[in-house]
């Protein structure tokens, strides 16, 4: 069975790490989304998330980033993806997200684009 590990660290900037790590699917998303209502419940919008260890995604999980973004973003934060692996970069291609959500390569640059 699929499964998601997700792991968060707060950085020195105020911002949060999330690093998510197996499979975002439509087993594995309502754990994502639980994290990241609870990251807006205490008031953090700004999040780096970590796809590097993802080795799929589908539309639910997708779902998660879709329906964060807007909030993140109408409180002065935003949510900055990191090294999605080809095929996860592909749906996020797909669906149009990559137009929509900040995708980079590196940790300093997800600082940078979230300073």
Known sequence: MAEIK????KLPNGAILVKLKGF??????GEFEQTINNLFNQKMYRLIVDMSAVDYISSAGAGVFIGSIGVAQENQGNIVIVRPKPAVKEVFDLLGLSQIFTIVENMESALTALA
């Open 6 to 9: 997700i792991e968060m660290q």
């Open 24 to 29: 975002l699917d439509a087993y594995t998303y």
